[in-house]
């Protein structure tokens, strides 16, 4: 089945510990990205990548980083995650993009 | 600066037809796509325009004017289920940046029996 997965669907944490959101797609995409979605602010790009080795930042990408070492995985990486970085995210592929279920993220 | 606006909330009766309007000013344009939400699910994608006029897709039509920076999405025979977010998203093309993808804020539609 062609998906998009992320990993985990749920977390909670602290300020300051690292943590990473995985994301994988099978459908052999170039293209994959990270949004956040916050309520009354709606889907903020947070960084994209064209290609293997290729990344760009979006909207917002302050707090956050990426790898794309191979074209299935792009894993979102909060080196020390703070309090304003809860929210719902989506990793995505291809356009018109495939979503992922979504990681809601809750930082204490 | 680059916006993308539509209005927040809507309400329609079941069996009519509404229509969503998405405004947008963006440095680069190469393309305008529409997605829907459901609450607490991710979007799924609804169309796609890149020259102006109507692409139509069964009861969805999404509509785009390029000079004037405006698309609709209309949906026609309205069913309880349509009652979601309906997203318009642009992509950017600003001095070789082709992946940016800006996303509106969301109408969120309330179908009525």
Redesign the interface.
């Known amino acids: 089945e062609a998906q998009v997965t992320q990993n985990p669907r749920y977390l909670i944490t602290v300020t300051g510990k690292k943590l990473t959101v995985t994301c994988s797609q099978n459908m052999n995409h170039e293209y994959m990205s990270w949004y956040r979605q916050d309520p009354g602010l709606g889907l903020r790009q947070i960084y994209y990548s064209m290609n293997v080795e290729v990344t760009d930042k979006g909207d917002v990408p302050e707090g956050y980083k990426v790898s794309r070492k191979e074209k299935r995985n792009f894993p979102l990486i909060l080196e020390s995650p703070s309090p304003n970085q809860t929210s719902l995210y989506f990793c995505a592929s291809s356009f018109p993009q495939y979503f992922g279920p979504g990681t809601r993220l809750l930082v204490l | 600066g680059q916006n993308i606006d539509q209005p927040t909330e809507m309400t329609a009766t079941e069996g009519a037809i509404v229509q969503i309007n998405c405004t947008y000013q963006t440095s680069g344009f190469n393309?305008l796509?529409w997605?829907q939400q459901h609450a607490g699910?991710?979007?799924?994608?609804l169309s796609?325009n890149v020259l102006d006029g109507l692409e139509e897709k069964g009861r969805f039509s999404s509509f785009l004017s390029r000079s004037k920076g405006y698309s609709y999405l209309l949906l026609k025979e309205l069913q309880m289920k349509d009652s979601a977010s309906y997203?318009c998203?642009v992509?950017d093309h600003d001095g070789g940046?082709?992946?940016?993808?800006?996303?509106?804020?969301?109408t969120k539609l309330s179908v009525k029996p």
């Open positions: 393309g796509f997605y699910e991710a979007p799924t994608f796609y997203l998203a992509r940046s082709q992946g940016n993808l800006i996303f509106g804020k969301g």
